[in-house]
């Protein structure tokens, strides 16, 4: 089934392809054994200005008008499909840079944005504390105003890209006394004093990808760094993940579709009793079940991104939400399918697959657990039912 993409959105989507054949598929499997960051890959990003697909125009991106969570989709998708852990040097700079593009003002923008687009400095976004996770509400680090500075201190953990990229939004609590609506986001530089890196993660998947804690020590950012008003960086935060999620499902949606890729080659060179095994029905069900899955992402998500692209933000977290929860769930059942139709043979590192089922798992996780992403559908929903309830009265 084909979406009905720009020339210039098919042009990204090939050229992302491309990268992922040529350039990532001969590394992945050392990068996933070694856990090695692929400056390579990001290198090559770069000079084939792949970073600039989410950014604005006005910023050396390419993003002539509204949001470029389409293009953004399309490249995580492709580099996913090849290796969803190299792809995330990618989609989580897209996370970092969100608060700046949505929130940032025109100085904040023009100090940082370029530099991103050219693919010469990496983003990261940390909101999780080792007790705020699902409950991004009880963070803990503080941002006290101090003349014309904030003075930061606090911990976050979990951070992707974390050492390796040099522009962080990081939410912190600027009145501690009340919660989330006293959290406020900020920019933070690598190199700033007081910053320091943790734990970097030995995770079960996308092992390409930096893992690492954040440590705020008295670190002084500029008062200038603030992003939009005090108080306001919990609504941000929630914002920001209302445009990122298609990213995680498009992740998702990659991951499902070279796994799908494997399983279908596989299933028709392997032969058991006398004949290919996609002659076997119960094969053929399971490919069917994988393929319409994939399918039924793909439309889900470009039809979000769409809508976010052509300024659709209010009513827009519900779709995310779905979108990130359905394809990640499609994704860890089509993974954990491939490694079925492998037999013996999928279990094996020899074989891409187990990689793939490993990877396809924390799309579940991130960005919001899918149990959280239920409850905000159903939220929603419920939300909406009132309102009908009342205007049927
Ligand atoms: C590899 C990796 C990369 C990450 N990258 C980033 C990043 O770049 N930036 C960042 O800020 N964070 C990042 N995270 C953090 C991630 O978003 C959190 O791990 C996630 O939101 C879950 O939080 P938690 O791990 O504390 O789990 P918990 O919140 O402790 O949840 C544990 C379990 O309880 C369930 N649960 C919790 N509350 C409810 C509820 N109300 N209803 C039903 N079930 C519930 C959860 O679904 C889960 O199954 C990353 C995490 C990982 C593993």
Not at 70 to 76: E, K, S
Not at 262 to 281: C, V
Not at 310 to 339: P, Y
Request: charged share 25%; hydrophobic share 40%.
């Amino acid at each position: 089934m084909h979406h009905h993409f720009t020339e210039e959105q098919s042009m990204i989507r090939e050229l992302a392809r491309r990268i992922a054949e040529e350039k990532i598929e001969p590394v992945r499997e050392q990068s996933d054994r070694e856990g090695t960051f692929p400056w390579d890959i990001v290198k090559e990003l770069a000079q084939t200005d792949l970073f600039r697909v989410f950014i604005p125009i006005q910023y050396e991106g390419m993003v002539e008008e509204g949001l470029g969570i389409t293009n953004m989709c399309l490249v995580t998708e492709e580099l996913s499909r090849v290796c969803g852990g190299i792809a995330l040097a990618f989609a989580g700079t897209g996370l970092g840079s969100f608060p700046i593009i949505l929130f940032g003002s025109q100085e904040q923008k023009e100090k940082y944005l370029p530099a991103i687009a050219s693919g010469e400095k990496l983003a990261a976004f940390g909101l999780t504390e080792p007790d705020a996770g699902s409950d991004a509400g009880a963070i803990k680090t503080t941002a006290i105003k101090q003349d014309d500075h904030y003075i930061l201190n606090g911990t976050k953990v979990f951070i992707t890209n974390g050492e390796v990229a040099d522009i962080y939004t990081i939410l912190a609590l600027t009145n501690p006394e009340k919660g989330a609506r006293g959290a406020s986001m900020f920019i933070v530089e690598k190199g700033t004093p007081g910053f320091e890196f943790g734990k970097k993660e030995d995770k079960m998947g996308i092992r390409a990808s930096v893992t690492a804690e954040l440590i705020f020590n008295d670190c002084k950012v500029p008062a200038e760094n603030l992003l939009g008003r005090e108080g306001a960086g919990f609504l941000m935060a929630m914002k920001t993940f209302d445009i990122s999620r298609p990213g995680v499902a498009a992740q998702a949606l990659g991951i499902a579709r070279g796994a799908f890729e494997e399983a279908l080659k596989y299933a028709h060179q392997r032969h058991q009793f006398g004949k290919t095994i996609i002659s076997n029905q119960g094969i053929q069900w399971m490919l069917a079940d994988m393929a319409t899955g994939i399918e039924a992402s793909r439309a889900l998500i470009y039809q979000v991104a769409d809508m976010i692209d052509k300024g659709e933000t209010k009513n827009i977290g519900h779709l995310s939400a779905m979108a990130k929860m359905f394809a990640s769930d499609i994704a860890m059942k089509v993974t954990t399918d491939a490694v079925q139709i492998f037999g013996g043979y999928g279990y094996m590192k020899e074989y891409p697959v187990e990689k793939m089922m490993r990877d396809a798992k924390i799309t579940q996780i991130y960005e919001g657990t899918n149990q959280i992403q239920r409850n905000i559908i159903g939220t929603y929903l419920a939300k909406m039912a009132g309102k009908l309830a009342r205007e049927r009265e």
